[in-house]
């Protein structure tokens, strides 16, 4: 998560199929559950999210 | 703090508030937690809403009032445009609101009603009890709170936790969602219409909004069909359109938000646990809007909470009531929305050209959608054939 680029929206936590994600306030939290699937990258309005594969 | 209540609504939106007054206002003890510190910012919205829709729940009030609309004006494509929804009497058909004033004003009346309201307060999980939704885990200022209750209402948005935890599957697909930027543009005029740009030229399966929003400003947003997005994003396309189209503007906020598109969701109440607004995906597929839906959906959670405590029971059984009743008035509409919108992503530019050019003829300026809808599929049968089934 680019922390400078993120506009807090929620818009990947809505879209993780894993319920991965979570906002609280402007801090996007990833948990073990992610599979690097992409799709909150796809998604992001601005960009700010990028997978790297484990 | 308590740690027990009849209903605990999370998320402080329209949707939550609604319900937290109605349940309030119905002699339960109500608890509403928000997991932002402050209600009503920041905010993900576009801030259009229609009076008729909004004036059933709340008295209108100059504080949340940003701006008065007289209708809509759709531009296709090649420029032609429709003029819709706007009143014979030239009455206000629309307001833009200042949410942040809005969802608090709102809050504030559930408060006001009878229920508690808790900010900086997360939820991070469900009580059960016999494998029933029994309350909340709570997260208030870094320390864990269970909290019990008979019901909880998920009205949390469209990052909506709360059906995951209950066993509904809410995640949306990328073709479930438009993904949106806004500016709030000064030193613009933009008139007393919302303003609607339609075609791939401006966005893939999602459009450009000008809504005024009072004193030379406005809110001047995109979407763009999560499924479409990706090398292509909102933001890009926001920066886009606002450097050609309005060159002078200043840019005095940004906004980003997600929308879901995805229509109804099988499901919206488990025991003793209801979704209301974004999080039961409530929001309309085509124009995007969800405020009032989820305001009218809060109010018949709420109703039937009443009934479920007067009958003791919380069980799907009481609380199907609430999933009947929304499916055959937002349910119906929201279903009809996303047909439409699923064709009309499916029309490249050219087509939609045709369509504004074939209402040519046609003083459209005081239809509302639905009849607009209709005019346009007795002119264009053969493009819009997939609808038949509506009209």
Same mark, same amino acid.
């Given at each position: 998560?680019?922390?400078?680029?993120?506009?807090?929206?929620?818009?990947?936590?809505?879209?993780?199929?894993?319920?991965?994600?979570?906002?609280?306030?402007?801090?996007?939290?990833?948990?073990?559950?992610?599979?690097?699937?992409?799709?909150?990258?796809?998604?992001?309005?601005?960009?700010?999210?990028?997978?790297?594969?484990? | 703090?308590?740690?027990? *209540?009849?209903?605990?609504?999370?998320g402080?939106?329209?949707?939550?508030?609604?319900?937290?007054k109605?349940?309030?206002?119905?002699?339960?003890?109500?608890?509403?937690?928000?997991?932002?510190?402050?209600?009503?910012?920041?905010?993900r919205?576009?801030?259009?809403?229609?009076?008729?829709?909004?004036?059933?729940?709340?008295a209108?009030?100059?504080?949340?009032?940003?701006?008065? #609309?007289?209708?809509?004006?759709?531009?296709?494509?090649?420029?032609?445009?429709? @003029?819709?929804?706007?009143?014979?009497?030239?009455?206000?058909?629309? *307001?833009?609101?200042?949410?942040?004033?809005?969802?608090? #004003?709102?809050?504030?009346?559930?408060?006001?009603?009878?229920?508690?309201?808790?900010?900086?307060?997360?939820?991070?999980?469900?009580?059960?009890?016999?494998?029933?939704?029994?309350?909340?885990?709570?997260? *208030?200022?870094?320390?864990?709170?269970?909290?019990?209750?008979?019901?909880?209402?998920?009205?949390?948005? #469209?990052?909506?936790?709360?059906?995951?935890?209950?066993?509904?599957?809410?995640?949306?697909?990328?073709?479930?969602?438009?993904?949106?930027?806004?500016?709030?543009?000064?030193?613009?005029?933009?008139?007393?219409?919302?303003?609607?740009?339609?075609?791939?030229?401006?966005?893939?399966?999602?459009?450009?909004?000008?809504?005024?929003?009072g004193?030379?400003?406005?809110? #001047?947003?995109?979407?763009?069909?999560?499924?479409?997005?990706?090398?292509?994003?909102?933001?890009? @396309? @926001?920066?886009?359109f606002?450097?050609?189209?309005?060159?002078?503007?200043?840019?005095?906020?940004?906004?980003?938000?997600?929308?879901?598109?995805?229509?109804?969701?099988?499901?919206?109440?488990?025991?003793?646990?209801?979704?209301?607004?974004?999080?039961?995906?409530?929001?309309?597929p085509?124009?995007?809007g969800?405020?009032?839906?989820?305001?009218?959906?809060?109010?018949?959670a709420?109703?039937?909470?009443?009934?479920?405590?007067?009958?003791?029971? *919380?069980?799907?059984?009481?609380?199907?009531e609430?999933?009947?009743?929304?499916?055959?008035?937002?349910?119906?509409?929201?279903?009809?929305?996303?047909?439409?919108?699923?064709?009309?992503?499916?029309?490249?530019?050219?087509?939609?050209?045709?369509?504004?050019?074939?209402?040519?003829?046609?003083?459209?300026?005081?239809?509302?959608?639905?009849?607009?809808?209709?005019?346009?599929?007795?002119?264009?049968?053969?493009?819009?054939?997939?609808?038949?089934?509506?009209f």
């Open positions: 998560v680019n922390r400078f680029k993120c506009g807090y929206c929620g818009a990947c936590v809505g879209v993780c199929p894993k319920g991965a994600l979570e906002l609280i306030e402007t801090w996007i939290e990833v948990d073990d559950s992610c599979t690097s699937c992409g799709i909150c990258a796809k998604i992001c309005p601005v960009g700010a999210l990028e997978v790297k594969v484990k | 703090m308590k740690d027990r *209540y009849d209903v605990i609504v999370v402080a939106g329209p949707g939550g508030s609604i319900t937290a109605t349940c309030a206002e119905g002699g339960l003890d109500v608890l509403m937690i928000e997991k932002r510190q402050e209600i009503g910012d920041p905010v919205c576009a801030e259009g809403v229609g009076t008729d829709a909004l004036l059933k729940h709340i209108p009030d100059k504080r949340w009032i940003a701006a008065e #609309v007289k209708g809509s004006r759709i531009i296709a494509p090649d420029g032609t445009e429709i @003029l819709m929804s706007s009143d014979a009497a030239m009455k206000d058909v629309g *307001y833009t609101l200042e949410r942040k004033v809005f969802d608090r #004003v709102l809050a504030q009346k559930a408060a006001m009603a009878g229920a508690d309201v808790m900010v900086k307060t997360r939820a991070t999980g469900l009580l059960r009890n016999n494998g029933k939704v029994a309350g909340i885990k709570a997260m *208030y200022m870094g320390e864990m709170n269970d909290i019990k209750a008979d019901i909880v209402i998920g009205a949390d948005g #469209v990052e909506s936790k709360v059906g995951r935890w209950g066993g509904i599957d809410t995640s949306l697909k990328p073709h479930d969602i438009e993904t949106c930027a806004q500016f709030l543009i000064s030193n613009f005029d933009p008139g007393e219409y919302s303003e609607f740009y339609i075609g791939e030229k401006y966005s893939a399966g999602g459009y450009v909004w000008i809504f005024p929003k004193g030379h400003t406005a809110n #001047v947003g995109v979407g763009i069909l999560g499924s479409k997005s990706g090398k292509i994003r909102a933001i890009t @396309l @926001l920066q886009k606002v450097e050609t189209t309005i060159p002078d503007g200043k840019i005095i906020e940004m906004v980003l938000g997600g929308v879901p598109v995805s229509g109804p969701i099988e499901r919206t109440v488990t025991d003793g646990l209801i979704l209301v607004g974004d999080a039961a995906r409530q929001s309309d085509l124009t995007g969800g405020i009032t839906n989820a305001m009218d959906a809060g109010k018949i709420g109703e039937v909470c009443i009934k479920a405590k007067e009958k003791g029971d *919380y069980s799907v059984k009481t609380l199907k609430y999933e009947d009743r929304w499916r055959v008035t937002i349910g119906n509409e929201i279903s009809r929305s996303l047909q439409v919108k699923n064709l009309l992503i499916k029309l490249n530019d050219e087509q939609l050209n045709q369509l504004a050019h074939s209402l040519d003829d046609v003083d459209a300026s005081t239809m509302e959608l639905p009849k607009l809808l209709a005019v346009l599929f007795k002119k264009n049968p053969k493009l819009l054939w997939e609808l038949r089934s509506l």
